[in-house]
């Protein structure tokens, strides 16, 4: 008989060119921890990430992995759970994969519902490429790509999800790491594309306001304010004080899930599937 | 008098959108294909989406027909504005017969045609004879139907019987209505008879024996019956029928089909798919093909098979649309950084786009690399005749996976003689790995040292090279002797194969050598087929002849070898090649009389 899957079964040789302290580790170890729980094998699960410093995560894992290029993970997430929907499909990288280069991508994979858990590692630097400003880092950011200060205003990554239609949407840190965990188990159970944003710190560009002992001061239970995860209006309110306060937990979390794409796909294969012509005589549909 | 009959015939229609010339089209070569003809249908439009001028060219023959034909032999002119937009694509010559709406005013011996004067020309009341028979505009394109009928002998109760089908839908009335306008255009001919060496001969072929489809729609059926499984793609002209097939087709045969917000993410979704074990296709044209590129490399790199196919169009940038050109030979082999070689293939009609998408869903499963489908416009849109195809003769190859034992200490990028290593996918106990844009070792893990570098390069590069001696996919006719040569490629090839056939007749020795396989360059075939060769010329449709630059990066080409190379949207002709070679086989006997001669004793 086999054992029950421990954190550490999900947990690679591969040792982690993250700097000492970076928020990644505690995100990686909240990952091993809700696959711990969930109890899928790991070679049933499918990681995927862009590129970034936090994009190297799934290498991190047992899982099958795929470090892919900058700003794709979301469409090829896609396809592998189009390609086989019996996968536990992981998508992970940083808030410039996610929101500048990859950004386009996230509204069409949200409409499209596909069953997805969307990690982002919103640092509000690019650490990669040595401390340029990212798209959510604070007008006014001096940096070495913004000598004089950020002339942009941030982008909102929860307000983004949300208005585009995400069914679940969270925030978690690594200064609270059971909570962390808990939310990443809960956007990998929910049906349909959930998201989850997680303020973790770059110790080597990041500023003083992003850091560990700065969250740990700062940051807020939504559901010990006593938010109703399924209020969509309040959810929109709370999430426009992104970049304010530090708020964790769940903000929306849609009671009645939309229908999947891979289920409406199900349907339709159940529907046509043997109304074709067989495949040696395919070339009948070509007579006149 | 004799009766003299034609067994190939070219017809070139043009109209204002809404005028039903394409649809007209359409109805005849459906009603030639069922009678057993061969027979190729262009089409072309002005650059508006709706409205605005079109044409369509159909070439009839008795014989295979190897392209869509030079000067017309008969020309339907609605009105001459729309006509003369076409230009090239439409070329009126002395032996033409030109019938016109004479309601356009124009005189028949004042035809707005330069320098050109028709051998007949015909001007008939067409919208007075609709209206009159139908009590509508509409009908004029079932009178050119009736007076094509009428005076060319095309398969009236086939035409008849498309009409019947197509318009069924639309209720008795408007079928009758046509029918009326039909039967008025054949009764037209039969008052105004024209010589009868105008009509075509019978079909050989059996009736019924026919296909008929375009390229798009057969690259598609042959992506179903290599087993592809996945779609994914983003609008654009001209490969988008192929998607428009597949979102019918693919549900039915088990597989998905993701309508992209972006070129990229089609590409993207198409990796990812092939990843998790799928066959996948994706198509494009122009600058969907520039987006892609990064992303082929990715598919490189982590050795991912996938098929991207290409339907050439005009470029830089947005070009031409909706005209066809063979300027993205160059992109399919070179574009992405670093060192990355990816196979490039080529259909040349449409009834090979079955065996060359086969075939590169074939090679990119065996060598677990992505693969580029070249087709162009012409092959995509034009509807073609096809011969039925034998599939059983074509084997289905699926990538290797690792066998039960390998998975107990799965390598997945093991360097192995051949330089291919099974390949695993989620869901495979043992078979876990890290796929990566990024530099990895044997095992998948990232790295940047040179020597591992080298190595997977190696790797990736050679494990290509068997292609090189793949004979089946270079098509050679003509005396392996031949002093004189053509090299063409994709929709192209077509017209050098007449032009080739046409100089034999003349006794000019030439032979043709046809790559469908454009990459990797095979410096062995090309070297033997050009070893008899001191002249020649590569025919294709790009402006800086990129085929003809390429093969001479791997291959000694003779001097001799010129290019024959016009930018997209300027047709050519198999005439014109056939006067370059004829031009060639003076040089070459010059050139020999100032020769002593080697031979003999």
């Keep these: 008989m086999s054992t029950a899957l421990v954190a550490k079964d999900y947990k690679s040789e591969l040792k982690p060119i993250w700097c000492p302290g970076c928020g990644d580790y505690g995100v990686v170890s909240a990952i091993y921890r809700a696959l711990a729980r969930i109890g899928r094998a790991p070679h049933d699960i499918a990681f995927v990430s862009g590129i970034g410093c936090s994009s190297r995560i799934p290498g991190y894992t047992t899982a099958y992995g795929f470090n892919s290029v900058h700003g794709r993970a979301l469409p090829i997430a896609q396809g592998i759970k189009l390609a086989n929907p019996d996968l536990l499909v992981l998508v992970a990288g940083g808030d410039g994969d996610g929101f500048s280069i990859g950004g386009g991508h996230v509204a069409h994979a949200i409409r499209r519902n596909i069953d997805l858990t969307y990690i982002v590692m919103d640092n509000q630097i690019y650490g990669l490429t040595k401390g340029q400003l990212s798209p959510t880092s604070k007008r006014g950011?001096?940096?070495?790509?913004?000598?004089?200060?950020?002339?942009?205003?941030?982008?909102?990554?929860?307000?983004?999800?949300?208005?585009?239609?995400?069914?679940?949407?969270?925030?978690?840190?690594?200064?609270?790491?059971?909570?962390?965990?808990?939310?990443?188990?809960?956007?990998?159970?929910?049906?349909?594309?959930?998201?989850?944003?997680?303020?973790?710190?770059?110790?080597?560009?990041?500023?003083?306001?992003?850091?560990?002992?700065?969250?740990?001061?700062?940051?807020?239970?939504?559901?010990?304010?006593?938010?109703?995860?399924?209020?969509?209006?309040?959810?929109?309110?709370?999430?426009?004080?992104?970049?304010?306060k530090l708020y964790t937990g769940v903000f929306y979390q849609n009671p009645n899930p939309a229908p999947t794409f891979e289920a409406a796909a199900k349907e339709r294969h159940h529907a046509l599937r043997g109304t074709g012509f067989p495949k040696e005589n395919i070339l009948e549909m070509f007579r006149p | 008098m004799k009766e003299i009959m034609r067994s190939d015939l070219v017809i070139g229609m043009a109209g204002s959108g809404g005028d039903g010339i394409v649809s007209a089209g359409e109805f005849l070569i459906t009603a030639v294909a069922l009678e057993g003809y061969h027979a190729i249908m262009t089409k072309s439009f002005g650059p508006q989406i709706r409205g605005g001028e079109s044409s369509c060219r159909l070439r009839v023959s008795t014989e295979k027909v190897l392209n869509p034909g030079g000067t017309l032999d008969v020309a339907v002119a609605l009105n001459w504005e729309d006509f003369l937009r076409f230009g090239a694509e439409l070329p009126v010559g002395g032996n033409t017969i030109v019938i016109y709406d004479s309601r356009t005013g124009v005189a028949p011996d004042k035809l707005p045609l330069e320098g050109v004067k028709p051998a007949v020309v015909i001007p008939v009341p067409i919208g007075e004879i609709a209206r009159k028979a139908a009590a509508t505009d509409r009908a004029k394109n079932a009178v050119i139907l009736g007076l094509l009928a009428g005076w060319f002998g095309i398969a009236p109760e086939a035409i008849l019987a498309g009409l019947r089908k197509k318009l069924a839908k639309k209720g008795a009335e408007v079928f009758e209505a046509n029918q009326r306008a039909f039967d008025a255009g054949i009764?037209?001919?039969?008052?105004?008879?024209?010589?009868?060496?105008?009509?075509?001969?019978?079909?050989?072929?059996?009736?019924?024996?026919?296909?008929?489809?375009?390229?798009?729609?057969?690259?598609?059926?042959?992506?179903?019956?290599?087993?592809?499984?996945?779609?994914?793609?983003?609008?654009?002209?001209?490969?988008?029928?192929?998607?428009?097939?597949?979102?019918?087709?693919i549900w039915r045969y088990g597989g998905t089909l993701m309508q992209a917000e972006d070129e990229i993410a089609g590409i993207g979704a198409v990796v990812g798919a092939s990843f998790a074990g799928k066959k996948a296709l994706t198509a494009t044209s122009g600058p969907g093909m520039s987006l892609k590129t990064e992303i082929l490399g990715l598919a490189t790199i982590a050795e991912i098979p996938l098929v991207c196919l290409n339907v050439q169009r005009g470029g830089p940038s947005t070009g031409i649309p909706t005209k066809s050109e063979q300027s993205d030979l160059f992109q399919a082999v070179f574009s992405g950084h670093g060192d990355c070689a990816r196979p490039v293939l080529a259909p040349i009609t449409v009834a090979d786009a079955f065996g060359i998408t086969v075939e590169a869903f074939n090679i990119s499963e065996h060598y677990q690399t992505p693969v580029i489908i070249l087709s162009d416009q012409d092959i995509g849109h034009r509807k073609e005749t096809v011969d039925p195809i034998d599939t059983s003769k074509y084997k289905i190859v699926d990538r290797r996976r690792p066998s039960e034992k390998e998975l107990q200490h799965y390598i997945r990028f093991r360097i192995t003689e051949t330089g291919i290593s099974p390949m695993s996918q989620p869901g495979m106990p043992g078979g876990n790995y890290l796929a990566s844009g990024i530099e990895h070792n044997e095992a998948g893990a990232p790295t940047a040292k040179g020597?591992?570098?080298?190595?997977?390069?190696d790797k990736r590069l050679r494990k290509l090279n068997p292609l090189k001696s793949r004979r089946d996919l270079y098509y050679i006719e003509g005396e392996a002797d031949a002093p004189l040569a053509l090299i063409s490629w994709g929709s192209v090839a077509g017209v050098a194969m007449e032009a080739r056939r046409l100089a034999q007749a003349e006794g000019i020795k030439a032979k043709l050598l046809v790559p469908k396989i454009l990459f990797p360059v095979s410096?062995?075939?090309?070297?033997?087929?050009?070893?008899?060769?001191?002249?020649?010329?590569?025919?294709?449709?790009?402006?800086?002849?990129?085929?003809?630059?390429?093969?001479?990066?791997?291959?000694?080409?003779?001097?001799?070898?010129?290019?024959?190379?016009?930018?997209?949207?300027?047709?050519i002709l198999a005439i014109e090649v056939l006067e370059r070679l004829r031009a060639l086989l003076r040089s070459l006997q010059r050139q020999r009389a100032k020769e002593p001669a080697h031979d003999g004793g």
């Design chain 1, 141 to 244: 950011l001096k940096t070495v790509s913004s000598a004089f200060g950020s002339m942009e205003a941030p982008v909102n990554p929860l307000l983004y999800v949300l208005s585009y239609g995400a069914g679940y949407v969270a925030q978690g840190t690594p200064a609270d790491m059971d909570a962390l965990a808990n939310i990443i188990e809960e956007a990998i159970r929910f049906p349909g594309f959930a998201f989850v944003n997680v303020q973790s710190p770059c110790v080597t560009y990041g500023e003083a306001d992003t850091q560990i002992k700065a969250h740990k001061e700062t940051m807020e239970s939504l559901e010990k304010l006593g938010h109703n995860p399924a209020d969509w209006l309040k959810a929109t309110d709370l999430a426009q004080d992104y970049g304010n």
């Design chain 2, 187 to 249: 009764e037209y001919t039969h008052e105004h008879p024209i010589s009868a060496d105008c009509r075509m001969s019978p079909a050989v072929d059996e009736k019924g024996s026919k296909l008929l489809t375009d390229g798009n729609d057969m690259c598609a059926a042959a992506a179903l019956f290599a087993g592809c499984q996945f779609f994914g793609g983003y609008p654009i002209t001209p490969s988008s029928e192929v998607m428009h097939t597949l979102s019918r087709e």
């Design chain 2, 451 to 457: 020597e591992i570098h080298a190595r997977m390069n």
């Design chain 2, 523 to 571: 410096e062995e075939i090309y070297q033997e087929f050009l070893a008899s060769v001191s002249m020649g010329i590569v025919v294709e449709q790009s402006h800086q002849g990129q085929l003809h630059r390429l093969i001479r990066m791997y291959v000694n080409v003779p001097r001799g070898m010129e290019s024959l190379a016009k930018s997209g949207s300027n047709p």
